[in-house]
C-alpha cells in the first residue's frame, strides 16, 4: 500500500490522540510513501473527506470514537471504490476496533495498522445509513437519550451501564412488530437489538460470539426487561445462555441477514449511538462489504 490518509477528531475521548499526532504522523510517514493527515474541526468533515479523497488512497485510518467512525465509514460504505479501512482507536468505547482485535493504546494500534492484517467485514445497512456495531430500539435507544455527558466524561462506559440498570426499571413496552425469514414476532417488547460486532457500550456484551464475517446479524428481542438481563448482559452471558432456536418467554435470540421493522408508539432508533430516525425501518447485512484492519490477537 501506498497511499494512506489518515482523518482525525483529536477532540474525541479527552483529546486522547491529540499528544501522539506527531508520533503518530512520524511513523506513518516511514512506512507509506503517501500520507496525507487530515485533522476534523466539526461534525461533517470527515465525511466531506471521504467523498472527495477516498477513491484515491490505498488505506484510510479514523482516527477518534465511535462517532469519528459512524460518520466516516457511513461516507465510505457506498463508495464504489472504497479503500482498505482501519480504526485507531480514540473514543470512550471504540466498539467496533475491540470487536476487530485492536489495541486501545494508539501507538500499539497503529503498529497493528502498519502490519496490514485484512479481512472483509459485514456491515449493517437501513435506508441510506451504514453501522458496524448495532441498530436498536428500546431501552437501547434510551440509554444514549438519557445519558449525561458530564458522566459519560468522568466514567467513561461505565456510565452506560448505571444508566442502563435505571432505564430498565422505568421502561415502558412498545407494540413490536418485526418480520424475517427465520423469525417473526408481533408483541409487546421493551428492547430490540440488532448486533454486527460483538462489543457494545466497550465491554463484550449481548453477543460476545458475535461473527462480522457471517452474513448474519444476531438479534435480541427483550419482551420484559429485568434486573436479571441487565447482569447477563454485564457478564456477556446472553448469546451462550439463549442459543439459536431456543427460546424463552421473555427473550428471543435468532440470527438473520434481513429484517423488517415496525413499533407503535414509534421509536427512536439508535444505529452505533447516534440517533438518525425513528421505525419503521428494514435493516439488511451488506456482507463483507468493508476490507478492514484487524490486530491479531495471541
Ligand atoms: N475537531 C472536532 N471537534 C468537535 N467535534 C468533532 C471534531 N471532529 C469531529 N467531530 C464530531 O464529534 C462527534 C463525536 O466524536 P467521537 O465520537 O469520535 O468522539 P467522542 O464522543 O469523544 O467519543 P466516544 O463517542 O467514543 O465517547 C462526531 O460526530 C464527529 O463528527
Not at 417488547?189 to 453477543?207: D, K, M, P, T
Not at 448474519?216 to 446472553?238: N, T
Given at each position: 500500500?501506498?497511499?494512506?490518509?489518515?482523518?482525525?477528531?483529536?477532540?474525541?475521548g479527552?483529546?486522547?490522540?491529540?499528544q501522539?499526532?506527531?508520533?503518530?504522523?512520524?511513523?506513518?510517514?516511514?512506512?507509506?510513501k503517501?500520507?496525507?493527515?487530515?485533522?476534523?474541526?466539526?461534525?461533517?468533515?470527515g465525511?466531506?473527506?471521504?467523498?472527495?479523497h477516498?477513491?484515491?488512497v490505498?488505506?484510510?485510518?479514523?482516527?477518534?470514537g465511535?462517532g469519528?467512525?459512524?460518520?466516516?465509514?457511513?461516507?465510505?460504505a457506498?463508495l464504489?471504490k472504497?479503500?482498505?479501512?482501519a480504526?485507531?482507536?480514540?473514543?470512550?468505547?471504540?466498539?467496533?476496533?475491540?470487536?476487530?482485535?485492536?489495541?486501545?493504546?494508539?501507538?500499539?494500534a497503529l503498529?497493528?495498522?502498519?502490519?496490514?492484517?485484512?479481512?472483509?467485514?459485514d456491515?449493517?445497512?437501513?435506508?441510506e445509513?451504514?453501522f458496524?456495531?448495532?441498530?436498536?430500539i428500546g431501552?437501547i435507544s434510551k440509554?444514549?437519550?438519557?445519558?449525561?455527558?458530564?458522566?459519560?466524561?468522568?466514567?467513561?462506559?461505565?456510565?452506560?451501564?448505571l444508566?442502563?440498570?435505571?432505564?430498565?426499571?422505568?421502561n415502558?413496552?412498545?407494540?413490536?412488530?418485526?418480520?424475517s425469514?427465520e423469525?417473526?414476532?408481533d408483541?409487546?417488547?421493551?428492547?430490540?437489538v440488532?448486533?454486527?460486532?460483538?462489543?457494545?457500550?466497550?465491554?463484550?456484551?449481548?453477543?460476545?460470539n458475535?461473527?462480522v464475517?457471517?452474513?448474519?446479524?444476531?438479534?435480541?428481542?427483550?419482551?420484559?426487561?429485568?434486573?436479571?438481563?441487565l447482569k447477563?448482559?454485564?457478564?456477556?452471558k446472553?448469546?451462550?445462555?439463549?442459543?439459536?432456536?431456543?427460546?424463552?418467554?421473555?427473550?428471543?435470540?435468532?440470527?438473520?441477514n434481513?429484517l423488517?421493522?415496525?413499533?407503535?408508539?414509534?421509536?427512536?432508533?439508535?444505529c452505533?449511538?447516534?440517533?438518525?430516525?425513528?421505525?419503521?425501518?428494514?435493516?439488511?447485512?451488506l456482507p463483507?462489504?468493508?476490507?478492514m484492519?484487524?490486530?491479531?490477537?495471541?
Amino acid at each position: 500500500m501506498k497511499k494512506v490518509a489518515l482523518i482525525i477528531n483529536i477532540q474525541a475521548g479527552k483529546q486522547k490522540l491529540a499528544q501522539e499526532l506527531e508520533k503518530v504522523e512520524a511513523r506513518l510517514g516511514k512506512v507509506f510513501k503517501e500520507v496525507t493527515i487530515y485533522q476534523t474541526k466539526q461534525e461533517g468533515d470527515g465525511k466531506r473527506f471521504v467523498e472527495k479523497h477516498a477513491e484515491e488512497v490505498d488505506l484510510l485510518i479514523a482516527g477518534g470514537g465511535d462517532g469519528t467512525v459512524f460518520e466516516i465509514i457511513n461516507a465510505l460504505a457506498p463508495l464504489k471504490k472504497r479503500p482498505v479501512f482501519a480504526i485507531l482507536p480514540g473514543g470512550t468505547c471504540n466498539d467496533f476496533s475491540r470487536t476487530l482485535g485492536i489495541s486501545q493504546k494508539p501507538l500499539e494500534a497503529l503498529e497493528q495498522i502498519i502490519k496490514q492484517k485484512r479481512m472483509s467485514v459485514d456491515v449493517g445497512k437501513y435506508g441510506e445509513n451504514y453501522f458496524l456495531n448495532f441498530w436498536g430500539i428500546g431501552i437501547i435507544s434510551k440509554v444514549a437519550e438519557e445519558m449525561d455527558e458530564a458522566n459519560k466524561q468522568v466514567l467513561g462506559r461505565i456510565s452506560y451501564y448505571l444508566n442502563t440498570s435505571k432505564i430498565v426499571f422505568k421502561n415502558e413496552a412498545f407494540s413490536l412488530k418485526l418480520s424475517s425469514k427465520e423469525f417473526d414476532f408481533d408483541e409487546k417488547a421493551e428492547l430490540l437489538v440488532v448486533g454486527n460486532g460483538s462489543f457494545l457500550g466497550g465491554i463484550q456484551s449481548f453477543f460476545p460470539n458475535a461473527d462480522v464475517q457471517d452474513g448474519k446479524f444476531d438479534v435480541l428481542i427483550v419482551k420484559e426487561a429485568k434486573l436479571k438481563y441487565l447482569k447477563k448482559w454485564l457478564e456477556a452471558k446472553i448469546q451462550d445462555d439463549y442459543p439459536e432456536n431456543e427460546k424463552d418467554d421473555d427473550i428471543i435470540y435468532f440470527r438473520t441477514n434481513r429484517l423488517e421493522v415496525s413499533a407503535s408508539p414509534e421509536q427512536n432508533i439508535d444505529c452505533d449511538g447516534e440517533f438518525l430516525n425513528q421505525t419503521p425501518a428494514t435493516v439488511e447485512v451488506l456482507p463483507k462489504h468493508l476490507e478492514m484492519i484487524y490486530g491479531e490477537t495471541e
